[in-house]
Nanobody, 124 residues
Framework: QVHVAESGGGLVQAGGSLRLSCSVY????????LGWFRQVPGKEREAVAC???????YYLNSVKGRFTISRDNAENTLYLQMNSLEPDDTAMYYC??????????????????WGQGTQVIVSS
């Protein structure tokens, strides 16, 4: 079973940057399709950025050109570099395995066990 531990969130002004980290346990990041998801209270969780082992990626339209997903195989860690942050990026961010990845969507497993997440707050 895969377990994850997200970190790197915080409070940042609009236009600023953050880098989120996801330590992965029970799977190798270079052999697993992984992604970043976010959720705002009262709304459904949405996929933000996902990547497979061939570096095929999916990005939510609103983050394209601002966010970059990457991984460090030696550290077995997934990253999300977030630049030009906007107040609408405020959410709890989670990383998880990905069950389905296409150009148009990225879906976690049906019964994914989510980590604690890391909170991102972008002030205007």
């Amino acid at each position: 079973q895969v377990h994850v531990a997200e970190s790197g969130g915080g409070l940042v002004q609009a236009g600023g940057s953050l880098r989120l980290s996801c330590s992965v346990y029970g799977a190798r990041v270079d052999r697993t399709t992984l992604g970043w998801f976010r959720q705002v209270p009262g709304k459904e969780r949405e996929a933000v950025a996902c990547a497979n082992i061939a570096d095929f990626t999916y990005y939510l339209n609103s983050v394209k050109g601002r966010f970059t997903i990457s991984r460090d195989n030696a550290e077995n860690t997934l990253y999300l570099q977030m630049n030009s942050l906007e107040p609408d990026d405020t959410a709890m961010y989670y990383c998880a395995q990905v069950a389905t990845l296409t150009t148009f969507f990225c879906l976690p497993p049906d019964r994914n066990s989510w980590g604690q997440g890391t909170q991102v707050i972008v002030s205007s």
